[in-house]
Structure formats: C-alpha cells, structure tokens
Antibody, heavy 114, light 104 residues
C-alpha cells in the first residue's frame, strides 16, 4: 500500500523559513516523479513544485509566482521528499500535500503569521 | 505557462444522473491529464491518470476521455458518495480551479 506522510508544518513568522518532509513507502520512490501541492483555507488546489526521478534527470521545478522562494528536493536513499520554503509570506498559509505514485498524503499545515 | 480551465464551476445533479465535467488546457498536453476527487476536510484522491486510465479501486462509473486540449470526466450514474469537488490537473503540474458537484 502506498503511503505518503508529510511533516514539518507549523506556525512561522513572515520572512521565516520551514522545511517540509514527506516520507514515502509502498512503491519504488526513486522511480517516481513527486509533487508538492497546497490548499489555502477555502480555496482550490495549487501546484507548488515537482521533482523528476533521477533516471529522468532529477530536475525540480516550482510555480513561477513563488519567485524562487520554494525549492523541491529528494533523498532517494531515505525515500523522502522535501520542500524548503524561505521568506514566507502570510499568503503561504495553507495545507501542504505531497503527491506521487497516484496517491496523496494527508497534508501538513503551515501558518504564516506575526 | 500552461493553464487549465474547468467548467462548470458548480454542477447541481441528482442521484442516478449522468454528469460530465470539462477541462481545457491552454496548449496541447497530449494525454497528460489527471482527475482528482476531494471531499470537505479530506485529502484529494486520484481518480484517473493519462486522461482515461482509472486508478485502482475507482468505480467503473467514472470515465475520462480526451487528448490535446480538451478533456472530460464523466460519471455515468451519480451515487451519494460522488458529491464532492473535482479537479483536473496537467499531470504532475497545474490544476484547474475545481468543479463542485452538489445535490440538486
């Protein structure tokens, strides 16, 4: 059974940083493209970023409106996906999901507030 | 950048109805389209990938079609469990704005 478990969310002040993690199991992580998605309260799903498998080059992309503040990375030896978030803004407040292998995690909440 | 546009934004229907949701891509994406279902307070669930392939465990009343820029999700006979919000996604990429399927 595929499992994706996110962690690392919490309360952070504007301008601060957080690193989210997503531990994967039940599939061959190194072969999977992995994605971060967020959902602000009462809003739709918003694509945050994606990382390709190493076999396909391993490149990471993030949504243009984020202006390079967020970086997606992976550690295939630990079957873990990461999202480094810098210079956080109040509008980054959301539930952050990881997705891959046709599955979703349960999300980790991030609140940016002074 | 590719944009995904869903219609309608809200759809009212009854149990047993056949419903169709449309998703349009701003440029051709082949068959790289996924559909997801989300219920209030829950994580999304993968329904369909590569435009028409049902994820394991998804009921056969769900079907997807299309390629290029126009795609559809069809539910052949609505069940009470199907009332939810549906999102299309350029697979591994951007999402449509969602279609809320509500009980008439």
């Amino acid at each position: 059974e595929v499992q994706l478990v996110e962690s690392g969310g919490g309360l952070v002040k504007p301008g601060g940083s957080l690193r989210l993690s997503c531990v994967a199991s039940g599939f061959t992580f190194r072969n999977a493209y992995m994605t971060w998605v967020r959902q602000a309260p009462g809003r739709g799903l918003e694509w945050v970023g994606r990382i390709r498998s190493r076999a396909d080059g391993g490149a990471a992309d993030s949504a243009a409106p984020l202006n390079g503040r967020f970086t997606v990375s992976r550690d295939d030896s630990e079957s873990t996906l990461y999202l480094q978030m810098n210079n956080l803004k109040t509008e980054d407040t959301a539930l952050y999901y990881c997705s891959g292998a046709f599955s979703w995690g349960q999300g980790t909440p991030v609140t940016v507030s002074s | 950048d590719i944009q995904m546009t869903q219609s309608p934004s809200t759809l009212s229907a009854s149990v047993g109805d056949r419903v169709t949701i449309t998703c349009r891509a701003s440029q051709a994406i082949g068959a790289w389209l996924a559909w997801h279902q989300q219920k209030p307070g829950k994580a999304p669930k993968f329904l369909i990938y590569k435009a028409s392939i049902l994820q394991s465990g998804v009921p056969s009343r769900f079907s997807g079609s299309g390629s290029g820029t126009e795609f559809t999700l069809t539910i052949s006979s609505l069940q009470p469990d199907d009332f939810a919000t549906y999102y299309c996604q350029h697979q591994d990429g951007v999402f449509g704005q969602g279609t809320r399927l509500e009980i008439k």
